[in-house]
């Protein structure tokens, strides 16, 4: 079952989008200004509309409890943040009738890098809360819903204008060279888009089937 909703949403998901920018809602430059532009609210749209013409249920940001809180010390002690969490809060949960079968995350430019752990980010001093890829497979891990199947959102162009957190990538992953200076096009997909395919890896390892779509310029 979840391979077939899997696949459709997924289809699906991909032909919205296409109508939305032929519709002039999306545009190529929302990748660069995408609070600007309402991107992650159209993200959401289209994969509750993906899911609603498969079939099934698609709520926006349902809250998931675990069975386990998430201690965000277990995952990196030095992290100052420390209360316990009960739950994650997803952007997309696809029900079949009253049953939980999957969700979808949407991730745009400012969260082009959070398939990193907390703990390669604390470890620099960057960030003192959950990076959303540890908060996504402690839900997958330990949620009271067992997951069916996982649908990531990534946007990552090839063009961008901008890096908006330069500098701290550059000390978490000093491998990145991005080109400097204003006029500089700067790929985002070139840099993340494997480690973006590595964490969709690491979800289908739990045993819960998983579509990674990356959305740049040449999508329709």
């Known amino acids: 079952m979840e391979s077939t909703y899997l696949k459709g949403i997924t289809n699906e ?3 919205v989008y296409e109508k939305l920018k032929k519709e002039k809602l999306i545009k190529n430059e929302s990748l660069n200004r995408p609070a600007g532009n309402n991107l992650h609210s159209w993200l959401q749209y289209a994969l509750i509309m993906a899911g609603e013409r498969n079939g099934l249920r698609a709520v926006p940001e349902i809250k998931l409890y675990f069975k386990e809180d998430l201690n965000p010390k277990k995952i990196a002690p030095e992290i100052k ?7 994650s809060r997803v952007d997309v949960a696809f029900y079949k009738n009253s049953e939980l079968v999957g969700i979808g995350e949407v991730h745009t430019i400012n ?3 959070v398939f990193l752990s907390t703990r390669r980010f604390v470890e620099k001093g960057i960030l003192n809360f959950l990076s959303d890829r540890d908060v996504l497979m402690h839900t997958i891990q330990h949620g009271k819903n067992k997951l069916k199947f996982v649908i990531l959102v990534v946007t990552l162009p090839k063009r961008a204008s901008r890096v908006p957190w330069r500098k701290d990538m550059e000390q978490v992953m000093p491998e990145i060279e991005f080109p400097r200076g204003r006029k500089s096009n700067k790929d985002f997909y070139k840099v993340f888009n494997e480690g973006w395919r590595k964490l969709r890896d690491a979800v289908e390892e739990e045993n819960v089937a998983c579509s ?9």
């Open 81 to 87: 943040k420390t209360e316990l969490r009960s739950f």
């Open 212 to 220: 990674l779509v990356i959305i740049t310029e040449d999508m329709p």
């Open 111 to 113: 969260d082009s890098n």
């Open 13 to 15: 998901f991909k032909s």
